[in-house]
């Protein structure tokens, strides 16, 4: 997981992009009025298609405490039939130490979905970077040998999955492990000890402690050129599990869309071709984290939100063409609580807007943009119950 402030504007050609991006969007604004009305998690059900959004248990007051706004759950309530906790499930959030697990800060997330009718996705069983785990694993992987990793790492995905059971039909098995600047399987207590065979023994063990939860690699390669390897490095992993019957069930593609969105369109054929090799390895797709870095948009707000929308809206229309894509999942409702402006603040120091909500609570066209392009999109045999 995981802006320039314009002064003048004497470039004909920007005018005329931004100009189209408005004109889009109060055209998105008419298109989408009659769904805007109706939750975004009914306007996805008719095409068979789970909503949701990341919610966060933390601090009080910190980006990831979005769970214990009640104007927040509100909107969850209405908005979402799928969540999915933002650090709460992620093994440094489990596991304080050797053989101990403290479900203290997920459990009220949990018992929410149940208590609402709302679907629960698990975020993540191993994320396959150092610096996203505990000191003492780190330290106690580099003590052992290959057959004590293993144990543990097959240990650890069953209690998890174990605890949490059928509740959770969706896990991000493994996250992030290939390394974007080179396209290699990242380096790792693990993968030091196991190679490439740290996934194969994660997914084995997630499946045969949740046989009916869908399995999911998840990571958040791109479009631009600055992520071919990245691109590359997936597909090659995917290649090779798939090469060796590793149990992996769809590619979770978190869409965290940056850059501006004139960018996407030169890009978008590339983004396709890798899209339909995913898709022809026989493996789903859904959106896990998906928000908009506006971090290089204008400062205006109007045009900014303008530009997110149509960013948004085309993205969408483009992958909802799959029809093994059957979940879109936000990274936040609402901007106030957007891990981007802590860990991405815009140059211009603007509040950031990422999310379908403002801070105000309010929806902006982003949400406009999701649910005319939901609306839009083909039905799809649903995700099973």
């Not at 933002?86 to 050797?98: D, Q, S, V």
Request: aromatic share 8%; charged share 25%; with cysteine.
């Amino acid at each position: 997981m995981r802006g320039k402030t314009v002064s003048s504007d004497p470039d004909p050609s920007r005018r005329e992009f931004v100009g189209g991006v408005l004109a889009g969007a109060l055209t998105l604004s008419v298109g989408a009025a009659a769904a805007e009305t109706r939750p975004l998690k009914a306007v996805a059900a008719q095409k068979g298609v789970l909503f949701g959004t990341a919610v966060g248990n933390d601090t009080p007051g910190t980006q990831a405490s979005s769970f214990r706004d009640p104007r927040v759950v509100a909107i969850v309530r209405r908005e979402c039939s799928v969540i999915v906790p933002e650090n709460e499930l992620k093994p440094y959030g489990i596991a304080p130490a050797l053989n101990q697990y403290d479900y203290s800060d997920g459990e009220p997330i949990a018992a929410f979905a149940r208590s609402n009718g709302i679907r629960l996705r698990g975020h993540n069983l191993l994320w396959n970077q150092t610096k996203y785990m505990r000191k003492w694993l780190v330290e106690w992987l580099g003590g052992v040998g290959a057959p004590e990793a293993e144990r543990y790492l097959r240990d650890y995905i069953k209690h998890v999955c174990t605890h949490y059971g059928d509740q959770i039909h969706s896990w991000d098995v493994v996250n992030e492990t290939v390394e974007p600047a080179t396209g290699e399987l990242c380096d790792s207590p693990y993968t030091r000890l196991l190679g490439i065979d740290t996934l194969r023994i994660a997914f084995e063990a997630a499946r045969e402690a949740a046989p009916r939860a869908q399995l999911v690699y998840n990571d958040y390669m791109s479009w631009p050129d600055r992520d071919e390897k990245h691109r590359s490095g997936v597909l090659r992993v995917l290649e090779q599990l798939k090469a060796r019957n590793v149990p992996i069930d769809a590619l979770g593609v978190q869409s965290h869309l940056k850059d501006r969105a004139a960018d996407y369109a030169p890009r978008a054929k590339v983004w396709k071709g890798f899209v339909d090799e995913v898709v022809g390895m026989g493996y789903g797709l859904l959106f896990t984290e998906l928000d908009v870095r506006d971090r290089d948009m204008p400062a205006d707000i109007a045009v900014r939100d303008a530009e997110v929308a149509s960013m948004t809206r085309d993205y969408l229309d483009m992958m909802l063409s799959y029809r093994g894509l059957n979940q879109v999942l936000c990274w936040g409702l609402v901007d106030r609580y957007s891990w981007l402006e802590e860990d991405k603040p815009r140059p211009d120091k603007a509040k950031a807007r990422p999310c379908p909500y403002d801070d105000a609570y309010r929806p902006k066209p982003m949400r406009e943009a999701i649910a005319a392009a939901l609306e839009a999109a083909a039905p799809r045999a649903a995700v099973p119950a």
